[in-house]
């Protein structure tokens, strides 16, 4: 079956543009995160959707990143005014449950780039 | 101290040698554990969870020390196609399921 999908897989842009990054998860899975990975970098935890709960915002580095996940399905994460150091790749994985032992399916990221 | 911790490496081993990683952790609430891959620029893909009995897949064991607060991940026979980002992950606990990624131990086997 189809895995989990992002786009754009690549996105430049100009310092003080908004952008809109936009993951597709596994179709029946409830759980759905979104992380940044700058070079060299580990996982930043960045927000957190189960189901009709409500997020988990609590690693959003600033007010100009916001998430929302429509349908409990679609994803779009969007930073706004974008600085350089926001420049990263932004993954979104996705798992079929909230548990303690759950699989996190990644997608391939959105690598995005602030001039 | 960091959430999880890694020995970044690189650890540049031999085909069919044996290497060992460690990953501590801070937070003793935690309860679920798990080892990702990563491959050069892909996204990570799990590799296997780690249970407290401790677990085997082929050529890989993982093992939990709850008193020490550590997980490793023991490679046997190591494949030249095991290069890659091995990646510690840690849940907060306490009802909390979102992980706390490790910055990856960095493995390389060469012929």
């Known amino acids: 079956g189809a895995g989990v999908s992002q786009s754009p897989s690549n996105k430049v842009t100009e310092k003080g543009k908004d952008v809109e990054l936009r993951c597709d998860p596994i179709s029946g899975h409830t759980a759905l995160y979104w992380y940044r990975q700058s070079l060299g970098q580990g996982l930043e935890f960045l927000i957190y959707f189960q189901g009709n709960s409500a997020p988990d915002k609590s690693g959003l580095p600033s007010d100009r990143f916001s998430a929302e996940r429509t349908g409990g399905s679609v994803s779009t994460l969007t930073i706004q005014r974008t600085q350089q150091e926001d420049s990263a790749v932004y993954l979104c994985?996705?798992?079929?449950?909230?548990?303690?032992?759950?699989?996190?399916?990644f997608g391939p990221g959105t690598r995005l780039t602030v001039l | 101290r960091k959430e999880v911790e890694q020995d970044p490496g690189p650890f540049n081993v031999p085909e069919g040698a044996t290497v060992a990683f460690n990953c501590t952790y801070s937070?003793?609430?935690?309860?679920?554990f798990f080892w990702y891959r990563q491959d050069c620029r892909k996204e990570p893909k799990l590799l296997m969870s780690?249970?407290?009995s401790g677990n085997e897949d082929g050529r890989f064991t993982a093992q939990l020390n709850r008193a020490s607060q550590y997980i490793s991940l023991l490679i046997r026979d190591s494949k030249l196609s095991d290069s890659a980002t091995y990646l510690c992950v840690v849940n907060r606990g306490g009802g909390s399921y979102i992980p706390t990624f490790g910055r990856g131990t960095s493995l390389i086997v060469h012929p």
């Open positions: 780690v249970y407290s």
């Open positions: 937070n003793s609430a935690s309860q679920s």
């Open positions: 994985a996705s798992s079929l449950l909230a548990a303690t032992y759950n699989e996190q399916f």
